[in-house]
């Protein structure tokens, strides 16, 4: 049989779009379009191997949950199981895609290419995004070599640990920051600037590959971002202490300072159990520790996926283990 299948694993977002009219990008509804009819926009995809599509859920993904995210993760492994399959394509919802993306890299670590791609425009547009991203996210998923989970938006192919969607409305909407790109999409060719994305298996040494543990989940850690602002204070720290915060992430300002009433409230929490990671509110740059740091950082990654990190260790290990400081 054939080993150069790709599977395309339909999540909604605005990739599956329909406004009223095709001059409104903005006023549509998400996730209305079923990913067969997205596939057959594009003639001819299907040379050089089957395409096959699956309609997992169809929602705009600023609804994401852990259980839509343990199911993607459960088909992922289904289909890279196969031996005829050689990637998946996930069209996604641009709002949450780089979490869904940290996420499938951590509990799958793909050794076959796993393609986050998306629109920012509605599929009713007159001039759709979505087609070319799709045709993109196939090109890779094709690709030889090809390996781990990317985004592919705008012609530009992009790390799930760098990825971070950094525009509302244009439509090259998403960076890998400092890092830059893992490449380009050119014509369907693959221009490679660096190497795929690794394992997150530094980060995460003891990496949930059982999804049936997952699944069995029935009280996911509640972890929380706060925010280090101009006044900000130890309030909404308190407050989320007394609802049971499992963990905090805090998006501190700069190099993850923070205000000194917020950072006595955190210290406080963590002396109580509270797991606390420090991110930078910084587009781009990292937390650089420095000796006497009291909380521990996130490692290089952003605020959001330090969340999605900080809940795979606390159901990894459980709420006593400390963060690596
Ligand atoms: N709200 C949409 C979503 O994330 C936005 C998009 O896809 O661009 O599903």
New binding site residues.
């Given amino acids: 049989m054939a080993c150069h299948n790709i599977v395309i694993l339909g999540t909604?977002?605005?990739?599956a779009?329909r406004a009223a009219t095709a001059s409104d990008n903005i006023g549509y509804t998400?996730?209305q379009v079923g990913v067969e009819q997205l596939l057959a926009a594009i003639p001819g995809i299907a040379g050089g191997g089957l395409v096959l599509t699956e309609q997992l859920t169809q929602?705009?993904?600023?609804d994401m949950s852990f259980a839509v995210w343990v199911q993607l993760a459960a088909r992922v492994n289904h289909f890279l199981a196969q031996p005829d399959v050689q990637g998946i394509v996930i069209t996604h919802?641009?709002?949450?895609?780089e979490e869904s993306a940290y996420f499938l890299q951590a509990v799958c670590e793909p050794a076959k290419p796993v393609v986050l791609t998306?629109?920012?425009r509605p599929a009713t547009s007159l001039a759709p995004d979505g087609p070319q991203n799709l045709l993109d996210a196939i090109a890779v998923a094709r690709h030889p070599g090809a390996k781990g989970v990317v985004a592919v938006c705008a012609g530009t192919i992009h790390g799930a640990l760098d990825v971070q969607k950094v525009h509302a409305y244009q439509l090259d909407a998403f960076s890998s920051g400092d890092a830059g790109p893992i490449g380009y999409v050119e014509e369907g060719a693959v221009r490679l600037l660096r190497n795929w994305p690794v394992a997150i298996e530094g980060r995460l040494p003891l990496a949930i590959k059982n999804i049936a543990n997952l699944a069995s989940v029935a009280d996911w850690p509640r972890v929380e971002i706060v925010m280090n602002y101009a006044g900000a204070d130890g309030a909404v720290v308190e407050a989320l202490q007394a609802r049971g915060v499992h963990g905090l992430v805090v998006a501190g300002t700069g190099n993850g300072t923070l205000h000194y009433a917020l950072e006595a409230a955190l210290l406080k929490a963590q002396a109580a159990g509270v797991r606390v990671v420090r991110a930078t509110r910084c587009l781009n740059g990292r937390v650089l520790p420095k000796p006497g740091d009291t909380l521990s950082d996130s490692e290089g990654l952003s605020p959001v996926k330090a969340r999605v990190d900080l809940i795979l260790r606390l159901l990894i290990y459980g709420t006593a283990v400390p963060h690596a400081v």
């Fill in positions: 909604g977002g605005t990739i779009g998400a996730a929602i705009d993904s600023k919802g641009t709002d949450t895609l998306c629109a920012m």
